[in-house]
């Protein structure tokens, strides 16, 4: 018996991440649940109730916005003028959220965005993000912002890094720049 060509092997895939797994699977169960929790809600009541309940949620979300914003921008506005950098962090972006997530039709949503509008909540979800944060920016490349300066380098084919410097020489000023012909053999740019 004769063999062919050996069958080529492809190479092993990245094993997916459970984020990338289990992310739709959650949106999913949300939108089920969500949809599920007005349709209860509209059985109990009426579609009218439902309706301007999701109304009320988009309207107090947009104005939760829009005071966020407003406060994001009078403190970047108050540093700029003092010359400084801008606060750490006031909650604008927490609330933005809350808000955003008001304006997202659903009851889930609308109790998710009203407990990020409570400040002892704000406080703390604040600060684990910025822990998760920190500790992930130290984990991923060891320095910081310098260190990413530094690793970026020009790079041959071959791998092997190549450092250096553009020198321009700049041709002596004989004190006649008029329409002389220049040595460069090189055509302008521009005809």
Not at 80 to 91: I, N
Not at 109 to 118: K, P, R
Not at 152 to 168: F, L, S
């Amino acid at each position: 018996m004769t063999t062919g060509a050996p069958t080529p092997t492809r190479p092993a895939r990245p094993k997916r991440s459970r984020l990338r797994t289990f992310l739709p699977l959650g949106v999913a169960a949300w939108l089920v649940l969500e949809i599920w929790l007005l349709t209860v809600v509209a059985g109990a009541s009426s579609g009218l109730t439902v309706f301007l309940l999701l109304l009320a949620g988009f309207v107090a979300g947009s104005a939760v916005i829009k005071k966020a914003g407003r406060r994001a921008f009078q403190n970047l506005n108050e540093a700029l003028q003092r010359g400084g950098t801008p606060q750490k962090s006031s909650g604008n972006g927490l609330m933005m959220l809350g808000g955003l997530l008001l304006m997202i039709p659903g009851l889930v949503s609308d109790a998710m965005g009203l407990l990020l509008l409570v400040p002892p909540v704000q406080r703390g979800l604040g600060r684990l993000t910025e822990r998760t944060l920190d500790r992930t920016l130290r984990g991923a490349a060891p320095g910081g912002l310098g260190d990413a300066f530094q690793q970026a380098r020009i790079h041959r084919p071959d791998g092997k890094v190549v450092q250096g410097e553009v020198v321009r020489e700049e041709p002596e000023d004989d004190g006649d720049r008029g329409d002389a012909p220049h040595d460069d053999p090189r055509p302008p740019l521009t005809r």
